[in-house]
């Protein structure tokens, strides 16, 4: 079993009187792609948003544990550090790229940090000093290859804008993953993509889940209603429904639990949702 | 014909200048959606430091022109920047995220607060300077009109789009562009790839506030006299440059500032002096009915 990259314990969020996630437990392995699934406004994005630092957590702990051995408490980090120091990325259900920059400056913008350690070394780098030349080509080496990757070499001087649908969605994960980063964390990704997009998304998420050559393994946090992708792909599954956990497993273990099942097709009502406290922890 | 052409010659100096400065409000107003209203008044200040460093450097008897200037320039720009720093970490930085005019409210605050500052500090009174760059061409003559074209001239319009070039090769090809340009677009994303986006900002208005120097320095030279004040009516005016030429954008902002050099000039010269700030105004009112973002603007549009 890998070890787990982030814990989640006791994640709260109350928006005034609204809880919108209820001390919620669970943890996501490195190596893995897990999914977060469940019915709109279970709290799913939510859940996104406290471990980006878009949001504060009310009460609970987000642990990351990447390899080296440094412990990072997310929830106390601002946005830019956790994108920075504790290299999580993360993409929108909505695209929010850069529309009015090229292709190419997009995913350079993803390496800011690598480019420019500090504001001394930016000011050496508008001279074109302090070693910058070599960190530019490493980084458009890198932008490259993942143009290749998410197949956008051609389009990589048009505007981000101008691309199509799935282009963009595609440059979005192109994008993350120019941070470099441990985790990634994917919200809908496969919205309003015909079928051929979401299988090469698949093969995408896979790729970046198992590394390769010049790429680290990335482990992959997925938010995701179209279940034949979920399905397919996930190592591992957590089902929220109203803010709680109500499954936690393997795609077949929460395809059978009856406490999804009934949270899907709508019966009874939050009160008598089974089994939402108590983390079940399993094999994967 | 002559005549013509004198006042293109001096329309396009000073809308050189009010574009150097229009860039500024523009900058500030893409990155953080706020008019700095006190834009104007770190003008001033760059004009004021730029007498005291001139001043100071004859003092010490540093008197070849070319390179007391470029030393005077470097200086002004430096110490003005440090002011823009300060003033976007006193008075803007604590207002993020609070209501919009919050900000507004304290750039006012802010001008006011260096205009007395500066009066206190170098007195109410018209500072002087004689002339340091002197000599001119004459371009055409007909009839008893010759128009010159002044080495000042020359040395001011040349200054500025080498400034200018300097700096749209910053935004547009290093990484620290990048991040402003990105700030601009979507400053909650930017933060998430890991810019900080604070620094980012601060780093606007450092540039910013370096460019106003610069044209407080060339304000200084072409006039001669400034006083407390002068930053006020100048500022207006490269904001109206900055919205005509539409808001939010760079090249928009340097069109906008010869467009109102130009009206202004032009209108002095065939119609009316007293009524030149009415043209320039009009002629942007009329502009924004009929092209609300401006001439190089983008209208926002809202993909739902």
């Known amino acids: 079993m890998a070890s787990p990259l982030l814990q989640v314990s006791g994640l709260t969020m109350r928006f005034g009187g609204l809880v919108a996630i209820d001390a919620l437990d669970f943890e996501a392995r490195s190596g893995e792609i897990t999914a977060v699934i469940g019915p709109n406004g279970a709290g799913k ?130 994008r993350a993953m120019c941070t470099n980063p441990v985790m990634l964390c994917l919200d809908e990704p496969a919205a309003g993509l015909n079928p051929r997009e979401s299988d090469e998304l698949a093969t995408l998420m896979r790729r970046i889940r198992d590394g390769g050559p010049g790429q680290p393994s990335c482990s992959v946090l997925l938010i995701e209603h179209d279940m034949g992708v979920v399905m397919s792909i996930s190592d591992h599954i957590v089902v929220l429904d109203h803010g709680r956990k109500i499954s936690d497993g393997t795609p077949a273990e929460v395809k059978a639990d009856p406490a999804v099942i009934k949270a899907y097709l709508g019966e009874g009502d939050e009160d008598e949702t089974p089994g939402g406290d108590a983390p079940v922890e399993d094999v994967a | 014909m002559a005549y013509a052409l004198q006042q293109l010659v001096n329309g396009l100096t000073l809308g050189m200048i009010y574009g150097l400065i229009a860039v500024g409000y523009t900058m500030v107003y893409g990155i953080i959606g706020m008019i700095n209203f006190a834009h104007g008044d770190v003008f ?34 430096a110490i003005t920047a440090l002011y823009g720093w300060t003033m976007e970490r006193v008075a803007y930085r604590p207002l993020r995220g609070s209501f919009r005019l919050a900000p507004l409210i304290s750039a006012i605050g802010m001008s006011i607060a260096l205009e007395n500052y500066v009066q206190v500090a170098q007195g109410a009174r018209v500072k002087p300077m004689a002339p340091i760059i002197t000599g001119d061409f004459s371009l055409l003559t007909d009839g008893h009109f010759t128009a010159h074209l002044s080495v000042m001239q020359i040395a001011i319009v040349l200054t500025t789009l080498l400034v200018l070039v300097l700096f749209t090769w910053v935004v547009t090809r290093t990484p620290l562009g990048r991040a402003m340009r990105a700030c601009e677009q979507d400053r909650k994303m930017a933060g998430l790839l890991g810019i900080d986006t604070d620094a980012t900002i601060s780093l ?40 005509l030429g539409g808001i939010g954008s760079m090249p928009g902002a340097v069109l906008g500032g010869l467009a109102i050099g130009l009206i202004e000039v032009f209108w002095s010269a065939y119609f009316s002096v007293a009524y030149k700030d009415v043209a320039a105004f009009s002629i942007l009112v009329i502009v924004l009915i009929f092209m609300p973002s401006g001439l190089l603007g983008r209208a926002d549009v809202e993909k739902v």
């Not at chain 1, 993409?91 to 920059?101: C, E, K, P, S």
């Not at chain 1, 993803?110 to 074109?128: D, E, I, K, T, Y």
């Not at chain 1, 389009?155 to 969605?169: H, M």
């Not at chain 2, 070319?66 to 200086?75: G, S």
Request: net charge positive; glycine share 10%.
């Open chain 2, 204 to 243: 606007t208005f450092v540039i910013g506030a370096a460019l106003a120097a610069v044209a407080g320095l060339m304000f200084l030279l072409y006039y001669g006299v400034i006083d407390f004040f002068v930053g006020f009516i100048i500022g207006v005016k490269a904001f109206t440059a900055a919205v």
């Open chain 2, 44 to 77: 001033m200040v760059g004009a004021f430091l730029s007498l005291i460093a001139l001043t100071g450097l004859g003092a010490l008897g540093i008197t070849a022109i070319p390179l007391a200037l470029a030393i005077t320039l470097i200086l002004a720009a």
């Open chain 1, 45 to 174: 994005t939510t859940v996104f948003n406290c471990i980006t630092g878009f949001y504060k957590p009310t009460e609970g702990q987000l642990t990351l544990s990447p390899p080296g051995g440094r412990v990072l408490s997310l929830e106390r980090m601002a946005g830019h550090r956790i994108a920075h120091y504790a290299r999580v990325a993360r993409t929108f259900q909505n695209i929010r790229l850069f529309a009015g920059m090229t292709v190419l400056e997009n995913l350079l913008v993803a390496q800011h940090n690598a480019l420019m350690p500090s504001v001394a070394r930016g000011l050496l780098a508008v001279f074109g000093l302090g070693g910058y030349r070599g960190l530019e080509r490493k980084a458009i080496a890198q932008a490259k290859f993942w143009l290749d990757a998410v197949e956008l070499t051609e389009r990589a001087d048009d505007p981000a804008g101008s691309l199509p649908y799935g282009a963009q969605r595609r440059l979005e994960i192109a």
